[in-house]
């Protein structure tokens, strides 16, 4: 009853006019960076939030918030009536939506889109309510040890899981812990990693570092690869769905959700994985298999469910553990940091009303996005005959301004520049981006943690490992690490023992021959 009280303090903070105007405002850009391909949420997050820091930071978060769930929405928009999805969580759903599109029925597959992702994101968010309470209540019981095991185990994860190459994604982690670790030493007092530049003596700040990978990084990267030629989109009726479409929706939308919402609040977990596991259950439970390929209406539902339970299931760890499990939460983690708040559990005890103002402009989010996607579908659509050059060069006037407004130094835009080299650099090699991000977030956290458990224990390992919980997780981090690697070599030893039985029954064959001659 407790947490139902302050979910309703949390409505009333959250439905004042001005935190309205800023839910409104988040959805409705975060649905229009939805449909641009390649400028995501997460870009859009780090670009404003330099621009907010005379806002109220719970306005600020509930306008964050609705980007992040609008991204979502926007996403299957392109996906659907284009063959080009905004988001990579879109992926799947254009395999049967743009079919859909194709044979005239655009206006179905938008629709059960929409109120697919308005009935995930509701359930998601009455997820949310019920389980951060009870990982809050888990995690201040945790001692400094196990945070860092938490921690060990979430760079682990984000990194082995994500991207082509896990060569790659740790040295993606590498670069981002090692740029953690620039400033002074807060037990010692050393400079580190300086060289001798009075600028750096503070460390670098994280907005500075979020805006230049996600924004220039990204600019520059789809602006180097970008499409010149305008265009085509499929023409849209009035969106509707018919009896049989809401007979077919409704089962994948729920199934989606169960997928979904785990996905999301697990370490690199994400909405890719979800969202193909939906469509592949859909596929085999539907009573028409054959329409798969040609325009399922399953197809589609099942995976913008699954998209949005994801986006719900991301904010249990990153608001009552601190860690977060994708791009847009680590950027959402970072603004909490550069607004002067700790993450973690106490988060919900010290600033409650933020948090539960956060949560239930999730739900009013939800209601605005269903609104304005369901008319407004071909009108999204439009947003991308905008002049790409156009759109990237606002990208990075934004992008220097956000940069230069926080700290007013032209120092900040030297290092703006250097790391959207980075991030242009990384996307050039397939090094993903979000380890480092998180590197750079999670590791000066799990420093402090490993520090603090190393003195309680007067400098003994042990300290690390004290209790059962500790353990449970180092022995994930072991299965993390070492499943890949044996995945890798089973196949080969395998493949030994079925060349040596060829080789065996080959020669059994031959003395069988041999004895009968």
């Given at each position: 009853?407790?947490?139902?009280?302050?979910?309703?303090?949390?409505?009333?903070?959250?439905?004042?006019?001005?935190?309205?105007?800023?839910?409104?405002?988040?959805?409705?850009?975060?649905?229009?960076?939805?449909?641009?391909?390649?400028?995501?949420?997460?870009?859009?997050?780090?670009?404003?939030?330099?621009?907010?820091?005379?806002?109220?930071?719970?306005?600020?978060?509930?306008?964050?918030?609705?980007?992040?769930?609008?991204?979502?929405?926007?996403?299957?928009?392109?996906?659907?009536?284009?063959?080009?999805?905004?988001?990579?969580?879109?992926?799947?759903?254009?395999?049967?939506?743009?079919?859909?599109?194709?044979?005239?029925?655009?206006?179905?597959?938008?629709?059960?889109?929409?109120?697919?992702?308005?009935?995930?994101?509701?359930?998601?968010?009455?997820?949310?309510?019920?389980?951060?309470?009870?990982?809050?209540?888990?995690?201040?019981?945790?001692?400094?040890?196990?945070?860092?095991?938490?921690?060990?185990?979430?760079?682990?994860?984000?990194?082995?899981?994500?991207?082509?190459?896990?060569?790659?994604?740790?040295?993606?982690?590498?670069?981002?812990?090692?740029?953690?670790?620039?400033?002074?030493?807060?037990?010692?007092?050393?400079?580190?990693?300086t060289f001798g530049v009075l600028q750096l003596i503070d460390g670098i700040d994280i907005v500075v570092i979020a805006v230049a990978i996600f924004a220039v990084g990204e600019a520059l990267w789809v602006a180097s690869?970008?499409?010149?030629?305008?265009?085509?989109?499929?023409?849209?009726?009035?969106?509707?769905?018919?009896?049989?479409?809401?007979?077919?929706?409704?089962?994948?939308?729920?199934?989606?959700?169960?997928?979904?919402?785990?996905?999301?609040?697990?370490?690199?977990?994400?909405?890719?994985?979800?969202?193909?596991?939906?469509?592949?259950?859909?596929?085999?439970?539907?009573?028409?298999?054959?329409?798969?390929?040609?325009?399922?209406?399953?197809?589609?539902?099942?995976?913008?469910?699954?998209?949005?339970?994801?986006?719900?299931?991301?904010?249990?760890?990153?608001?009552?553990?601190?860690?977060?499990?994708?791009?847009?939460?680590?950027?959402?983690?970072?603004?909490?940091?550069?607004?002067?708040?700790?993450?973690?559990?106490?988060?919900?005890?010290?600033?409650?009303?933020?948090?539960?103002?956060?949560?239930?402009?999730?739900?009013?989010?939800?209601?605005?996005?269903?609104?304005?996607?369901?008319?407004?579908?071909p009108v999204w659509a439009k947003l991308l005959r905008i002049p790409r050059p156009y759109l990237y060069a606002g990208i990075l006037f934004f992008a220097t301004l956000g940069a230069y407004a926080g700290n007013l130094q032209t120092f900040d835009l030297w290092l703006l520049l250097a790391f959207g080299v980075l991030g242009f650099v990384m996307r050039r090699?397939?090094?993903?981006?979000?380890?480092?991000?998180?590197?750079?977030?999670?590791?000066?956290?799990?420093?402090?943690?490993?520090?603090?458990?190393?003195?309680?224990?007067?400098?003994?390992?042990?300290?690390?490992?004290?209790?059962?919980?500790?353990?449970?997780?180092?022995?994930?981090?072991?299965?993390?690490?070492?499943?890949?690697?044996?995945?890798?070599?089973?196949?080969?030893?395998?493949?030994?023992?079925?060349?040596?039985?060829?080789?065996?029954?080959?020669?059994?064959?031959?003395?069988?021959?041999?004895?009968?001659?």
């Amino acid at each position: 009853m407790g947490d139902i009280g302050l979910l309703i303090g949390g409505f009333g903070d959250a439905l004042t006019p001005a935190n309205l105007a800023f839910a409104a405002l988040g959805v409705v850009l975060g649905t229009a960076v939805g449909v641009l391909p390649g400028i995501g949420p997460a870009m859009t997050v780090a670009l404003l939030l330099p621009l907010t820091y005379t806002l109220e930071p719970t306005s600020a978060l509930i306008m964050f918030a609705g980007i992040y769930y609008g991204g979502m929405y926007g996403g299957s928009t392109t996906a659907i009536l284009l063959n080009t999805p905004g988001e990579s969580s879109s992926v799947v759903t254009a395999l049967e939506g743009n079919k859909m599109a194709r044979s005239g029925r655009a206006a179905q597959a938008l629709s059960t889109a929409a109120i697919g992702s308005f009935v995930a994101g509701t359930i998601g968010s009455v997820l949310l309510v019920a389980a951060a309470p009870l990982m809050v209540n888990l995690a201040v019981n945790l001692s400094e040890g196990d945070y860092f095991a938490l921690m060990v185990l979430a760079l682990l994860a984000v990194t082995a899981v994500l991207g082509s190459s896990r060569v790659r994604g740790f040295a993606s982690l590498f670069i981002g812990l090692t740029i953690g670790l620039i400033g002074l030493d807060a037990i010692s007092g050393q400079a580190r990693l300086t060289f001798g530049v009075l600028q750096l003596i503070d460390g670098i700040d994280i907005v500075v570092i979020a805006v230049a990978i996600f924004a220039v990084g990204e600019a520059l990267w789809v602006a180097s690869r970008m499409r010149r030629s305008a265009v085509e989109v499929i023409p849209v009726g009035r969106p509707w769905m018919g009896r049989a479409d809401w007979k077919r929706s409704w089962k994948p939308w729920l199934r989606g959700t169960a997928l979904g919402f785990p996905f999301g609040a697990v370490p690199a977990g994400g909405a890719e994985l979800p969202t193909f596991l939906s469509y592949v259950t859909e596929r085999k439970l539907s009573r028409h298999p054959e329409e798969f390929g040609r325009g399922a209406i399953e197809g589609v539902a099942g995976p913008e469910a699954a998209n949005n339970a994801s986006a719900a299931g991301t904010l249990v760890p990153t608001l009552a553990l601190g860690i977060p499990t994708n791009a847009t939460a680590a950027v959402l983690l970072a603004a909490l940091i550069s607004y002067g708040f700790q993450p973690g559990p106490l988060l919900f005890e010290r600033e409650p009303d933020l948090v539960w103002a956060l949560i239930a402009s999730l739900f009013i989010g939800n209601a605005l996005l269903l609104v304005l996607n369901l008319p407004l579908a071909p009108v999204w659509a439009k947003l991308l005959r905008i002049p790409r050059p156009y759109l990237y060069a606002g990208i990075l006037f934004f992008a220097t301004l956000g940069a230069y407004a926080g700290n007013l130094q032209t120092f900040d835009l030297w290092l703006l520049l250097a790391f959207g080299v980075l991030g242009f650099v990384m996307r050039r090699f397939g090094l993903p981006v979000l380890p480092l991000i998180i590197g750079v977030i999670i590791g000066p956290l799990a420093e402090e943690r490993m520090r603090t458990a190393l003195t309680i224990s007067r400098g003994s390992w042990s300290g690390l490992v004290a209790d059962p919980f500790s353990i449970a997780v180092y022995v994930a981090v072991v299965l993390v690490v070492a499943f890949p690697l044996y995945r890798r070599v089973l196949p080969a030893r395998l493949g030994g023992r079925r060349q040596a039985r060829t080789t065996d029954l080959r020669a059994a064959g031959a003395h069988h021959e041999e004895a009968h001659r």
